[in-house]
């Protein structure tokens, strides 16, 4: 399976959950840093990032370690 960007028996640590405009996104945090999540609503997902959804999110799109998936990844990945 294409994992997108996460490390197979790596661990993350869930910071949230926040819905907005349908969009249900789990808030993650790589403590690493240096592997990153490449799937919808990453940071190189520019077309989920509107304006308002980066507003409604808090989300800084940046290296940081901080990232957000929907929810359905999440289970995908992580369940």
């Not at 996104?25 to 403590?31: D, E, K, Q, Y």
């Not at 609503?41 to 308002?52: G, L, V």
Request: no cysteine; glycine share 10%; proline share 4%.
């Amino acid at each position: 399976m294409d994992r997108k960007g996460l490390m197979k028996g790596h661990a993350f640590t869930v910071i949230g959950v926040k819905e907005w405009n349908g969009n249900r996104l789990v808030h993650i945090r790589n403590p690493y840093g240096n592997e990153r999540w490449t799937g919808p609503w990453s940071d190189s997902d520019t077309a989920s990032w509107t304006p308002e959804a980066v507003e409604a999110f808090g989300h800084n799109i940046q290296n940081d370690g901080l990232y957000w998936m929907d929810i359905a990844d999440y289970k995908k990945y992580f369940v």
